[in-house]
């Protein structure tokens, strides 16, 4: 404990007596401060025993005293120490009165008491009580590593509970809690939830304090880990603030914690590299391999209906993100998911169909879609990004390879449409015509169709509108020809002229089919 007022008094060389303020002699002492200023409080930090002999004031004047009083404690001062038989035989009552009224501890400083030597008792206290933290945080970090080395996490948080006589909880990198110590803490854990997740945004390291004199406890969140993105938080709770060789105590155990994720990175590594051989063996098409690799890393993963995510991004912060999302929501749910990233910019997810994974895709994709919308709108956030996924049909181990390429597919759309996600399901139950609005499809449409639309700006016919009605009416000529308004043997003679410029037959089914789709692209682009 640091100095108080009580112990100088209780020293027996000090010979100190309390005249006033004897309900707060309990207050630390930070510093004790010699002034004979008439005001010292600008040179007052707080926390300060001052001592005076009261060379400059006018000690029984009621007003002057008064505002003088009134200013130290103001000021942070925690006790007055006025020296008798130098400027004053006896502690004019007046001061006294007032020190009583507004509650500030007066002591009185015989003439055989030097101020230096009041000064020595409290740099002494201090000096003793910081080399005590330090002991006590040395004592700590001992003990905290051997839980750590013999108990793992869940033991290092127990015996940092007893240190800070409190509480503390171990959370993951998506804010969840993982351990508490002691269990009853678990629900008070779970309630910081959102306030890790607002730690978690800002740069690393990174912490902050949540509850307060109103609340049941005061809580310190910490994140861990050495990189740009923590890897998980610790929280402390007490019921006050912590005090020094609590605060080493603390520090301990984030440097241990620390060292026990990052040496879960390497595991996180290798764990990794299995996942991409799985991957890599279900696309080859031999899926008894991958079971045979994963063993039960992935538990059912491999056999039951799941779908394969592909996402893309010129920015390697939203593929993370997604990452996370997916990762987090199947911890959550107890379901298993495979997340192998392909270089910075592309990451491929295999996730049970209909499951918490999947569904976390959706709704962060929709997150980033209403930043890009946001953006476009003139809203901007600095947080859009190029991201684009695509979400393969429900497929089984045996289909692997057909589903990746359905979320490749679907990803390409995406692209072309300035999505952030399509899955492959929507690409059948739409239509096809949005997809001729790709450069290249109307590259060709008007390079098909430039030799007919240059005839007809001569004036010599009109073969485009001509071969449109045609092939709308599936070759009929009297049902085209009545739509045109002209003699089924005029567009007999029309139809013939486009075969002679494009020197192509109409009998041809892919004929047919290539003017059609480039009639359509062409439409489109107008």
């Excluded at 060379?55 to 029984?60: C, H, I, N, R, V």
Aim: one cysteine or more.
């Amino acid at each position: 404990m640091p100095p108080t007022l009580a112990s100088l008094v209780h020293h027996s060389a000090l010979k100190l007596t309390v005249r006033a303020g004897e309900d707060r002699l309990d207050v630390p002492v930070r510093w004790a401060h010699v002034s004979e200023l008439a005001d010292p409080v600008p040179y007052m930090e707080g926390g300060e025993l001052l001592l005076t002999t009261a060379l400059k004031l006018d000690a029984e004047d009621a007003k002057a005293m008064r505002r003088y009083v009134k200013r130290l404690v103001g000021a942070g001062v925690v006790g007055l120490g006025f020296a008798v038989g130098v400027n004053y035989d006896e502690i004019p009552k007046v001061l006294v009165d007032t020190a009583q009224e507004e509650g500030l501890p007066l002591l009185e400083v015989p003439r055989r008491t030097p101020f230096i030597a009041i000064s020595k008792a409290v740099s002494a206290a201090i000096a003793a009580d910081q080399y005590r933290s330090v002991t006590a945080g040395f004592a700590a970090q001992r003990e905290l590593t051997k839980q750590a080395l013999t108990d793992g996490p869940e033991g290092l948080l127990s015996a940092l509970a007893a240190q800070v006589d409190g509480w503390a909880a171990l959370y993951d990198a998506s804010g969840a809690v993982v351990a508490t110590a002691p269990e009853w803490a678990g629900r008070r854990a779970a309630r910081l939830t959102a306030d890790v997740e607002r730690l978690r945004d800002r740069p690393a390291p990174a912490s902050s304090v949540v509850g307060g004199p109103d609340n049941e406890d005061r809580v310190e969140l910490h994140t861990l880990g050495t990189g740009r993105r923590p890897r998980a938080a610790l929280a402390v709770g007490t019921a006050a603030a912590l005090g020094t060789a609590e605060r080493y105590a603390v520090h301990s155990a984030i440097a241990l914690l620390t060292l026990t994720t990052e040496r879960s990175r390497s595991l996180q590594a290798a764990h990794e590299r299995i996942g991409a051989a799985v991957l890599r063996l279900l696309l080859a098409g031999h899926p008894d391999h991958a079971r045979a690799v994963a063993g039960d890393l992935y538990g059912g993963l491999l056999d039951a209906p799941f779908r394969i995510i592909v996402g893309e991004s010129a920015d390697g912060d939203p593929l993370d993100g997604l990452a996370e999302a997916v990762e987090s929501a199947a911890a959550r749910s107890g379901e298993a998911v495979l997340v192998v990233a392909e270089g910075p910019e592309r990451l491929v997810v295999l996730a049970v169909d209909g499951g918490a994974a999947v569904e976390a895709c959706g709704e962060y994709a929709a997150t980033r879609e209403a930043e890009r919308a946001s953006s476009t709108a003139g809203e901007h956030t600095g947080d859009e990004s190029e991201l684009v996924v695509g979400l393969s049909a429900p497929a089984g181990p045996i289909a692997a390879a057909a589903a990746y390429k359905q979320a490749e597919q679907a990803l390409s759309v995406a692209r072309r449409r300035g999505r952030v996600l399509v899955e492959h399901e929507q690409l059948a139950a739409g239509s096809v015509l949005p997809l001729l609005a790709d450069d290249a499809v109307r590259a060709f449409a008007d390079g098909l169709l430039r030799p007919l639309s240059e005839h007809d700006a001569t004036g010599r016919g009109d073969l485009v509108a001509s071969l449109r009605a045609w092939l709308s009416r599936h070759g009929q000529w009297d049902a085209a020809a009545a739509d045109l308004g002209v003699h089924r043997h005029t567009l007999r003679y029309r139809m013939r002229r486009v075969e002679e410029i494009l020197g192509r037959s109409l009998d041809d089914p892919d004929v047919r089919m290539e003017l059609w789709l480039a009639l359509k692209a062409t439409a489109a682009a107008e």
